[in-house]
């Protein structure tokens, strides 16, 4: 059974700085991962999707990347901002039950200005 | 843009009743699918539907059932609710089965009292 795992649980930092998310899986038999966003009480946003295939994918701050063999994946988000804040999960597509999203818990992430 | 839609953004509802929770999506995918998310527990995929009439157990499919007669629309139903089927349940899409982006609706509070 594929289970996702996400350090650190919760990350305060100051604006402007770098950060690293991390992610872990135990079955490297994955079509794809998936990074999103939660705002309290809202739906998840999709911010990145790599295909298995994939080392890594990009867009604007954010820099996601893929290491299948070893079954971790990096969220790096540059020049943190207040309106980072929010929880991220990760979640994987595939295994056994492919299409389906098995989720991490999530990080928390506060940006305080 | 995609766009997925449920019926409620908040719901309160008396143990025994039934309940009916719907999601919409206008992006003509064929996977639709149907979470909840609690405190501790993360993301739990209830069903999935990868076409239309079709419809696949999750992780927690037990008190639920869904119907999908339309591409577009997908149903959560509880056929008596109870007090721990309080939680928020979230409906998503993708495109194909497998290696696709799946989007996300701003999701439905369900309390049961």
């Known amino acids: 059974k594929q289970e996702v795992t996400q350090i650190p649980a919760a990350l305060s930092v100051p604006e402007g700085e770098n950060l690293v998310l991390n992610c872990s899986f135990t079955d490297s038999a994955i079509y794809n991962l998936q990074w999103f966003r939660q705002d309290p009480g809202k739906g998840l946003t999709s911010l990145l999707l790599?295909?298995?295939?994939?080392r890594e994918q990009t867009s604007g701050r954010l820099n996601a990347s893929l290491d299948k063999s070893s079954g971790r994946s990096t969220l790096y988000i540059a020049a943190s901002q207040p309106g980072d804040s929010a929880t991220y999960l990760c979640?994987?597509?595939?295994?056994?039950?492919?299409?389906?999203?098995?989720f991490g818990q999530g990080t928390i992430l506060t940006v305080h200005p | 843009d995609v766009k997925v839609t449920q019926s409620s953004r908040y719901l309160v509802k008396r143990t025994g009743e039934k309940v009916f929770l719907e999601c919409v999506q206008d992006m003509d995918h064929e996977n639709m699918f149907w979470y909840r998310q609690d405190p501790g527990l993360g993301l739990r995929l209830i069903y999935f539907?990868?076409?239309?009439?079709?419809?696949e157990k999750g992780d927690i499919p037990e008190g639920y059932s869904v119907s999908r007669e339309k591409k577009e629309r997908f149903s959560l139903i509880l056929e008596s609710a109870s007090t721990n089927q309080t939680s928020m349940y979230l409906c998503a899409s993708s495109l194909r089965f497998g290696g696709n982006e799946q989007f996300f609706g701003p999701g439905t509070r369900l309390t049961v009292l």
């Open positions: 790599i295909q298995s295939s994939q």
């Open positions: 979640a994987v597509a595939g295994g056994t039950s492919y299409g389906k999203l098995t």
């Open positions: 539907s990868y076409d239309v009439k079709m419809k």
